[in-house]
C-alpha cells in the first residue's frame, strides 16, 4: 500500500508561479512512474505531467514549456513547478502513482486546489 500526501496549491494571478509537492510512503519502492492529473468541474480529469523512475518526463501540449515535474529533496517526493499560470489551469490537482511507467495511475492523492485568476 502506497500512501501520497500532496502539499502546495493555492490561488495565484494569472503570470504567476505555484509549485505541488506529493510525497508517498508505504512501498513506495515498487513505484516506477508519479505525475499529476488535473480535473476542473465539468471536464473530464486529464494527464499534466508524469515522471518515470527512467527519468522519462511527459507533459500535457497545455503545459509545455510552462510547467517542469521533477524528483523532489527525497527520493520518495516529486514536485510540479507551474509558471506563467493562466486561468484555465484552474482546477483540482491530483498526484498519482503507476507501477507498470504508464499514467494509468492506480494510487492517487487527496487532491489540490489551483486557482488562477485573470
Known amino acids: 500500500q502506497v500512501q501520497l500526501v500532496e502539499s502546495g496549491g493555492g490561488s495565484v494571478q494569472a503570470g504567476g508561479s505555484l509549485e505541488l509537492s506529493c510525497a508517498a510512503s508505504?512501498?513506495?519502492?515498487?513505484?516506477?512512474?508519479m505525475g499529476w492529473y488535473r480535473q476542473a468541474p465539468g471536464r473530464q480529469r486529464e494527464l499534466v505531467a508524469m515522471?518515470?523512475?527512467?527519468?522519462?518526463?511527459t507533459y500535457a501540449t497545455a503545459v509545455k514549456g510552462r510547467f517542469t515535474i521533477s524528483r523532489g529533496t527525497n527520493e520518495n517526493t516529486r514536485s510540479l513547478q507551474m509558471n506563467n499560470l493562466k486561468p484555465e489551469d484552474t482546477a483540482v490537482y491530483y498526484c498519482?502513482?503507476?507501477?507498470?511507467?504508464?499514467?494509468?495511475?492506480?494510487?492517487w492523492g487527496q487532491g489540490t486546489q489551483v486557482t488562477v485568476s485573470s
Open positions: 498519482g502513482i503507476s507501477y507498470d511507467y504508464t499514467s494509468n495511475f492506480e494510487s
Open positions: 508505504g512501498n513506495y519502492f515498487a513505484i516506477t512512474a
Open positions: 515522471l518515470t523512475a527512467g527519468g522519462r518526463t
